[in-house]
Structure formats: C-alpha cells, structure tokens
C-alpha cells in the first residue's frame, strides 16, 4: 500500500530564506504531483514529476524527483509573504491510478 | 471553460438524510475522482473513475457511492449521513495524469 509522508508538517520562515520541504513515498511510483493549497480554497496545481531526476522551477520554487530515493522535494527560493500556503505532494501507485496525498506542509513566510 | 464545477459549495445535513454531491467537467478528462479533506488528514481518495462505467474504491468509500454513466459527470452519493462525515469534499479530473489533476471548488458539508 503505497503511503506518502511530508516533511515538515509546519514550517515558519522568514522572508529571504531558504528552505526545503520532503516528500517520502513508499512504495514504486512514476508520477508525483505538488499542489499548493490558500486557506479556504482549492488546490492548484504547482508541477508535474514524471520520471527520475526530474527537475522543474516556477519562480521562487523548484521541485525534483529521486524514483530510486523515493524522494521529491520542493526547494524555497528567498522565500516572500506570498509563498504561504499549504502545500501538499501526491503520487501515484505503480500501475494504480489511485492518487495518495501527504498531509501536507502549512508554509508560513514572516516579514 | 469552465474546467471542474463542484455543487453545492455549502450543505448541511441531518443525520440519515441523504444526498448527492455534484461533479461535472467540460476538458473530456477520462480520470475523475472524488476525496475528502479533514484537518490534519491531507485529502483522502473516496473513490475514482477511469472512464464512463468504470469506477474503483479508494481509501475511505465506506458510505458513499459513485457511478459515472457519462464522460463528463461524476457524483458522489451520501446512502445515509452520519457525523463523520463532516468535511470538505473535493472532485479531481485529470487526463491521463500526465497533466496534473484540475481540483474543483470544493463541497463544505456539515452533518449534524
């Protein structure tokens, strides 16, 4: 049964910082996904990882993919107020199209 | 294009009532799937589809059902409400999983 953990659960960080968030899976999988969550709404999207090694960057955040691992990570770039969101990996089973999610990371970005 | 369209957003329920929650997506996605959202919980698979006439538990589907006679809609039905089952509820589609999963607006339900 394929299980997700995240790391950090919470993360308090200062504006211009640096920090990572963790994304351990147990179990093969071929997609991962990092969403990004406002209080109150709905997920969006953030980047799709689809093979080993992959590696993708939006502004201040870029996420990459170790299948042999089972890692993903989602790196924070001189991070700013607007950054604060939760933010939750997912993944999918080999050969499954369940998708399970972390618990998530609440990100808050102080001044 | 409206992409994923969730009804009602808000819904309060009495206890053994039941209800259908609404989930229709006009990008002719084969993969629909439905979750809940608890504090603490991240989301939770209820169950999926991979296409029309084809639906699949996921991790917590015990009382609530789905079908999916149509590409394009997906509900999920509460047999008979109970408490637990207070949440925020999520519909998902996607196609292929290549893309990601576009998430509707979500359903606040309150069973009391």
């Known amino acids: 049964e394929l299980k997700v953990e995240q790391n950090p659960l919470f993360l308090s960080m200062q504006e211009g910082k640096n920090y990572t968030i963790y994304c351990n899976y147990s179990?093969?999988?071929?997609?991962l996904y990092w969403y990004r969550q406002d209080p109150g709404k709905s997920l969006e999207s953030l980047f799709v990882?689809?093979?080993?090694?992959a590696v993708k960057q939006e502004g201040r955040l870029m996420a990459s993919l170790d299948t042999k691992a089972r890692l993903s990570t989602l790196h924070i770039t001189a991070a700013v107020h607007d950054l604060s969101a939760t933010y939750f990996c997912?993944?999918?089973?080999?050969?499954?199209?369940?998708?399970?999610f972390g618990k998530g990371t609440k990100l808050t970005v102080n001044p | 294009n409206a992409g994923v369209t969730q009804t009602p957003k808000f819904q309060v329920l009495k206890t053994g009532q039941s209800m259908t929650l609404q989930c229709a997506q006009d990008?002719?996605?084969?993969?629909m799937s439905w979750y809940r959202q608890d504090p603490g919980m991240g989301l939770r698979l209820i169950h999926y589809?991979?296409?029309?006439?084809?639906?699949d538990q996921g991790e917590v589907p015990n009382g609530y059902n789905v079908s999916r006679s149509t590409t394009e809609d997906f509900p999920l039905r509460l047999l008979s409400a109970a408490p637990s089952q207070t949440s925020v509820y999520f519909c998902?589609?996607?196609?292929?999983?290549?893309?990601?999963?576009?998430f509707g607006s979500g359903t606040r339900l309150t069973v009391v």
């Open positions: 998902a589609s996607s196609y292929s999983g290549l893309y990601g999963y576009t």
């Open positions: 179990t093969t999988s071929d997609r």
């Open positions: 990882l689809l093979s080993n090694g």
């Open positions: 997912s993944c999918l089973g080999g050969g499954s199209e369940k998708l399970v």
């Open positions: 990008m002719n996605h084969e993969y």
């Open positions: 589809s991979v296409g029309a006439g084809i639906t």
